[in-house]
C-alpha cells in the first residue's frame, strides 16, 4: 500500500499563494473539483499550466466516478509522527485502495520544475518511487516542505508532486487530520469520499 513516507504525483499550491481559507490568488481559468466527503465539502483548484500531466491523470479519475465511494483513510499529525522528517497530511483513495491501478502510472512532475510548494491547503499525489503515482493523493494541512524536491521525507529526495490547493476547505482537511486514528495512522473509520465532480468541462488539453 503507498503510504504518505512514499507519495508523489504533480502539482499544488502555487507559489504565490499564502493560505487555502478563501479563493486568494484564485484564477478563473484553472479548473476546479469539489469534493463532497462526510466530514464537509472541500473546492480544489488545479495547476494544469504548471503539473499538466498530473492534473489530467486526477481528472480523468475524478471524470470516470473513481472517487466516489473512496475515502480519506489515513492521517498523519507532526507531533505524533515518528520519523526526521514528520508531516502534517491526509491521505485518500478510490475504493480500490492507495495502489489503485486501473490506469497506468505517470511520470513525477517535481516541485523543482513546477514552481509549487507544499504549503497548507496542497494537493499532491502519492506515490512509491519515482513515477509510480496512479490515483491515490493527500492534502497538506499545514506547511511541510520537507515534501517538496530535495526534501527530506522521501530518501530519494525527489519529492511528491504538487498540483493544486484548497480553496475552500481548509478547515475540513484539519477535521479529518485530528478525527480518530490507530497506531498505523489508519482512520477509524475512514472518512467516505461521497462524489468528486469537476465544475464545467473537461480542459481541451486532458481530452483524449
Keep these: 500500500m503507498r503510504t504518505m513516507m512514499t507519495m508523489a504525483a504533480a502539482l499544488a499550491l502555487s507559489a504565490c499563494a499564502t493560505t487555502a481559507t478563501g479563493t486568494d490568488n484564485a484564477r478563473a481559468d484553472n479548473p476546479r473539483v469539489v469534493l463532497e466527503t462526510d466530514a464537509g465539502r472541500m473546492v480544489l483548484e488545479l495547476e494544469l499550466e504548471r503539473a499538466p500531466l498530473t492534473v489530467c491523470n486526477f481528472l480523468s479519475y475524478v ?28 491521505q485518500a483513495a ?76 481548509l478547515d475540513v482537511a484539519r477535521r479529518i487530520q485530528v478525527s480518530p486514528a490507530d497506531g498505523e ?3 477509524t473509520p475512514p472518512v467516505a469520499i461521497r462524489s468528486a465532480t469537476l465544475i464545467g468541462d473537461v480542459p481541451p488539453g486532458c481530452r483524449p
Excluded at 107 to 114: A, G, K, Q, S
Excluded at 145 to 157: A, I, M, T
Design 63 to 90: 471524470t470516470d466516478g473513481d472517487y466516489a465511494g473512496g475515502s480519506f483513510f489515513r492521517t498523519v499529525v507532526r507531533a505524533t509522527n515518528a520519523n526526521p522528517h514528520p508531516i502534517d497530511v491526509i
Design 94 to 169: 478510490t475504493p480500490r485502495g492507495s495502489d489503485d491501478d486501473l490506469r497506468p502510472p505517470i511520470p513525477l512532475e517535481r516541485t523543482r520544475d513546477t514552481g509549487l510548494g507544499h504549503v497548507a491547503g496542497t494537493i499532491s499525489m502519492a506515490r512509491d518511487g519515482p513515477d509510480t503515482a496512479t490515483s491515490s493523493f493527500f492534502i497538506v494541512t499545514h506547511d511541510t516542505p520537507s515534501l517538496d524536491f530535495g526534501g527530506g521525507r522521501n530518501p530519494d529526495g525527489q519529492g511528491f508532486a504538487a498540483f493544486g490547493r484548497l480553496v475552500e476547505g
Design 185 to 187: 495512522e489508519q482512520l
